[in-house]
């Protein structure tokens, strides 16, 4: 069903690299260079091509043939794996943030490179999701331009949509290691957490860094709502993680609380960051819109589904998760269900989940209840809602668009099948 509509899109000629923005802004000067914006001093390095890793534990999904209908005739066209679709610009990007976080000073150095090491920089999902949105929007040019001119103005808007990919990867990695002081955590992405290697005062100290050395960027990119955009995901990452520690009993039992603070700490920056791709693309409101629902709806979803696998891990059975949500005491949407049908489970909750005998009566209510099942319908809902937005993306016959395209919409379903 992803594919209905896409098939319908007429197949006529292929529009080769030429593609242009419609609001363009020609008499910037900064636009004219042809440097990555992020690096004032046009830093350049070796890209490394190629996939290094498979992502999220989904099943292999490497070029299988999706096929679609189109008109009278049946036509098969390739489907790719959204993330080796982008490896190596998803590469080179990896390379430019960790020249990007260089510091002066050698210990707040290593603080701040350490989750941009080959390894443990983690799935890469937002700065993918980016790329395949900065290709998605794109546009044909029109035909009267000079020859080359369309090139570069392409290279050029391509540039800073890969610094806005670079800026929310720092802002993330930010928020985790701020993140994980709060939490008191000891491990992330496999390894020890910052805070736990070189305690809590380096770890603030370096995804404050990383925050500045994202403002440096942004501010590059001299476009004002875009500013705004991000700078308004930081205070929702914030107030997200503030609603979380601050929750009255009433709010934590509440499931629009627990969407609002969702929004808040995850879909926000992916959201708002699809946004900024379409408005340096010069997209019309309605696209941004569009992008930016995208993004809402992909990142719901695939909290909803984190929130699922902290009770049930790769397996579907309840209590083979980490329980490490329950377990301090933080409510997600499958208890939030499961109370829903079992309203006892509130005074259970309301006792305290520091006692390890409520977590176990707790975890009782939910097996018995249908919560896994209806967060799971929820994360559905939203994956369809951001695969709807594509759907109503305007009409594009060029083939790396659609490529692009097809890859946000297989990105809707992963999301929902994910094992990790
Ligand atoms: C310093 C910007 C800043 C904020 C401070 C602590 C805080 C306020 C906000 C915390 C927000 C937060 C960490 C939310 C969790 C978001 C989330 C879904 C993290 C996991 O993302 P993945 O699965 O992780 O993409 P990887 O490791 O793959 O990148």
């Known amino acids: 069903m992803l594919f209905s509509r896409i098939s319908r899109i007429p197949r006529t000629a292929i529009n080769g690299r030429r593609w242009f923005l419609s609001l363009w802004p020609e008499h910037h000067p900064q636009f004219r260079r042809s440097e990555n914006p992020c690096f004032p001093n046009g830093s350049s390095f070796k890209v490394l091509a190629g996939s290094e890793k498979s992502y999220w534990g989904f099943p292999a999904l490497h070029g299988f043939r999706h096929k679609i209908h189109h008109q009278s005739s049946s036509i098969v066209e390739e489907q790719q794996d959204p993330f080796s679709l982008v490896a190596d610009e998803l590469s080179l990007l990896a390379n430019r943030l960790r ?207 984190d929130d699922v696998l902290d009770f049930t891990g790769t397996s579907a059975s309840l209590g083979k998760g980490s329980l490490s949500d329950i377990r301090h005491g933080i409510i997600t949407a499958p208890i939030l269900f499961a109370m829903e049908e079992f309203p006892q489970l509130r005074a259970v909750v309301d006792q305290g989940l520091d006692n390890p005998a409520n977590v176990d009566l707790a975890l009782e209510y939910l097996g018995k209840s249908r919560g896994i099942q209806r967060a799971r319908e929820l994360a559905m809902k939203h994956a369809n809602l951001a695969a709807a937005a594509i759907h109503s993306l305007p009409e594009n016959d060029n083939e790396e668009v659609r490529k692009s395209r097809r890859a946000l919409l297989d990105l809707t379903h992963r999301v929902i099948t994910r094992t990790k």
């Not at 603080?111 to 920089?121: I, Q, S, W």
């Not at 080359?148 to 808007?157: I, M, P, S, V």
């Not at 930010?174 to 992405?189: E, F, G, Y």
């Not at 926000?268 to 791709?277: G, M, Q, R």
Request: hydrophobic letters at 45%; glycine letters at 6%.
């Open 99 to 305: 020249l990007m976080v260089v510091a002066e000073v050698p210990k707040l150095a290593s603080a701040a490179e350490y989750f941009f090491k080959m390894g443990v920089d983690g799935k890469r999902f937002r700065p993918t999701v980016l790329l395949l949105m900065a290709t998605a929007l794109n546009v044909s040019i029109p035909e009267p331009y000079p020859s080359g001119y369309g090139d570069a103005l392409t290279d050029e808007l391509r540039a800073r949509q890969q610094c806005i990919a670079e800026i929310t990867e720092m802002i993330h990695v930010a928020s985790l290691l701020h993140d994980d002081v709060l939490d008191d955590a000891d491990t992330r992405r496999g390894i020890g957490s910052l805070n736990f290697v070189m305690g809590n005062k380096l770890a603030v100290l370096a995804g404050d860094f990383l925050l500045s050395r994202a403002c440096v960027a942004l501010a590059s990119l001299k476009n004002t709502e875009v500013v705004s955009l991000l700078a308004k995901v930081v205070e929702h990452l914030v107030t997200g993680e503030t609603m979380q520690m601050s929750a009255t009993s009433e709010q934590r039992c509440s499931m629009e609380y627990y969407m609002q603070k969702t929004y808040y700490k995850t879909a926000s920056l992916i959201s708002n960051s699809c946004k900024a791709i379409a408005l340096l693309a010069g997209q019309t409101a309605e696209v941004a819109m569009l992008a930016y629902e995208y993004g809402r709806n992909l990142g719901l979803a695939y909290q909803l589904i």
